[in-house]
């Protein structure tokens, strides 16, 4: 599997919770946002399992709303267990990013 | 690989992720909104000029497995046993309905007989009588020996006639209530017969599909095939997907490939 699509899966449902957290959104609307911030998925569809386990741990809610020439779409809210959820994702990613920089850059006060 | 999404691959997609869905037993409701959902999705893609893979991949199969995969898991309210899905399978077409619709057409006609088929010549009425209950019988005795459930809706005919022709209903009343009663009730044994034979002891892959397994050797696409064992059984497995799956995990089987499965893994 790519590297970069690897990297990308560790952190997917972090940034699908980040773009729900930011406003409601529907799933081609939240792939297009990733791509727009300089994120590209190798399938859109990816996003769909993730969305599902998301909501099943009540982080996010799901709702049709109808669209007009088009079928119903499907968008997601942030639950107050999600934005919780999404605070210690933020803040682990923040420590583990933090820790890979140190890495990579050679640990400079050692 | 076509270039664009058409109308006609886009409903092909969504056909075959929905039967995807149904064979692993997810229910019509969640079925149909994630059909919905994915046909959103596949539209506003077509609109923008992507082609189909951009979305669902370069396996439609996968791509619908890994979502049913998300959906089911340890939480899921049904457990999809061989024996669960029998039962769900039969308790869906309405055996009781057709239970009602015999009993009832065979109570409405022997009323309807008794109602408008009296007569007043009882000249043969004993004849007639005996003649139902004998061959009642007969039908009865050869039902037992034949052990077919075709002669038993005869029987229970005739008997039926027999005891309506001793509170004096007319001969050709008698006929009607004897040719309906039978029809009914061969039609209703008929489906009985045969969904207790075609669902309610799925075989092959219909029993397997939708089934979970735990994963005893590795599983990954590329180096060859693993091994699961699911209830009793081990099997040689593989996936379609790109990640491995280790041992321990639980996976829920989407098809029956030769005399491998083909697992996803479950959250």
């Not at chain 2, 092909?12 to 919905?36: N, P, Y």
């Not at chain 2, 309405?94 to 109570?107: E, K, N, P, Q």
């Not at chain 2, 019988?137 to 034949?146: C, N, S, W």
């Given at each position: 599997m790519e590297h970069s699509s690897q990297l990308l899966k560790g952190v997917l449902d972090m940034c699908l919770l980040a773009l729900i957290s930011e406003e409601p959104s529907y799933g081609y609307e939240m792939v297009d946002k990733l791509q727009q911030r300089g994120l590209a998925l190798v399938?859109?569809?990816?996003i769909y399992p993730l969305l599902s386990r998301l909501q099943k741990k009540g982080y996010i809610q799901g709702y049709f709303v109808e669209s007009s020439g088009g079928p119903p779409r499907k968008y997601y809210r942030i639950e107050a267990d999600g934005k919780e959820r999404l605070i210690e994702w933020v803040e682990e990613w923040h420590r583990v990013s933090a820790g890979v920089s140190e890495v990579l850059n050679g640990g400079d006060d050692e | 690989m076509e270039v664009t999404m058409s109308d006609k691959s886009v409903e092909s997609i969504l056909d075959r992720c929905s039967s995807a869905w149904r064979d692993v037993g997810i229910d019509e409701t969640a079925v149909s909104d994630m059909r919905t959902e994915l046909e959103s999705h596949l539209r506003e893609a077509a609109a923008a000029g992507k082609n189909a893979e951009t979305v669902v991949g370069p396996d439609v199969l996968a791509f619908a497995n890994a979502w049913a995969a998300s959906k089911l898991?340890?939480?899921?309210?049904?457990?999809?046993s061989a024996a669960d899905r029998g039962r769900a399978l039969s308790g869906s077409h309405g055996s009781t309905g057709r239970l009602m619709t015999v009993v009832g057409a065979i109570v409405g006609v022997a009323v309807l007989a008794v109602l408008f088929g009296r007569?007043?010549?009882?000249?043969?009425q004993d004849a007639w009588t005996w003649s139902y209950f004998v061959a009642a019988g007969v039908l009865a005795v050869g039902e037992i020996f034949t052990?077919?459930?075709?002669?038993l809706p005869f029987a229970i005919g005739a008997a039926i006639a027999g005891v309506l022709a001793l509170i004096g209903v007319h001969p050709w009343a008698l006929l009607a209530v004897f040719a309906i009663s039978s029809g009914f009730g061969l039609w209703g044994l008929q489906r009985w017969a045969q969904r207790d034979a075609d669902e309610q002891h799925p075989v092959g892959a219909n029993r397997i599909v939708g089934m979970r397994a735990v994963v005893t050797e590795s599983i990954e696409r590329r180096h060859g095939v693993g091994r699961v064992r699911m209830e009793t059984e081990d099997w040689r497995a593989t996936t379609d997907l790109d990640a491995a799956i280790e041992p321990g995990t639980e996976v829920l089987v989407t098809e029956v490939r030769g005399t491998r499965l083909v697992v996803v893994p479950l959250p």
């Amino acid at each position: 599997m790519e590297h970069s699509s690897q990297l990308l899966k560790g952190v997917l449902d972090m940034c699908l919770l980040a773009l729900i957290s930011e406003e409601p959104s529907y799933g081609y609307e939240m792939v297009d946002k990733l791509q727009q911030r300089g994120l590209a998925l190798v399938s859109e569809g990816s996003i769909y399992p993730l969305l599902s386990r998301l909501q099943k741990k009540g982080y996010i809610q799901g709702y049709f709303v109808e669209s007009s020439g088009g079928p119903p779409r499907k968008y997601y809210r942030i639950e107050a267990d999600g934005k919780e959820r999404l605070i210690e994702w933020v803040e682990e990613w923040h420590r583990v990013s933090a820790g890979v920089s140190e890495v990579l850059n050679g640990g400079d006060d050692e | 690989m076509e270039v664009t999404m058409s109308d006609k691959s886009v409903e092909s997609i969504l056909d075959r992720c929905s039967s995807a869905w149904r064979d692993v037993g997810i229910d019509e409701t969640a079925v149909s909104d994630m059909r919905t959902e994915l046909e959103s999705h596949l539209r506003e893609a077509a609109a923008a000029g992507k082609n189909a893979e951009t979305v669902v991949g370069p396996d439609v199969l996968a791509f619908a497995n890994a979502w049913a995969a998300s959906k089911l898991g340890p939480e899921a309210v049904q457990l999809r046993s061989a024996a669960d899905r029998g039962r769900a399978l039969s308790g869906s077409h309405g055996s009781t309905g057709r239970l009602m619709t015999v009993v009832g057409a065979i109570v409405g006609v022997a009323v309807l007989a008794v109602l408008f088929g009296r007569t007043d010549d009882t000249s043969n009425q004993d004849a007639w009588t005996w003649s139902y209950f004998v061959a009642a019988g007969v039908l009865a005795v050869g039902e037992i020996f034949t052990a077919a459930f075709f002669l038993l809706p005869f029987a229970i005919g005739a008997a039926i006639a027999g005891v309506l022709a001793l509170i004096g209903v007319h001969p050709w009343a008698l006929l009607a209530v004897f040719a309906i009663s039978s029809g009914f009730g061969l039609w209703g044994l008929q489906r009985w017969a045969q969904r207790d034979a075609d669902e309610q002891h799925p075989v092959g892959a219909n029993r397997i599909v939708g089934m979970r397994a735990v994963v005893t050797e590795s599983i990954e696409r590329r180096h060859g095939v693993g091994r699961v064992r699911m209830e009793t059984e081990d099997w040689r497995a593989t996936t379609d997907l790109d990640a491995a799956i280790e041992p321990g995990t639980e996976v829920l089987v989407t098809e029956v490939r030769g005399t491998r499965l083909v697992v996803v893994p479950l959250p």
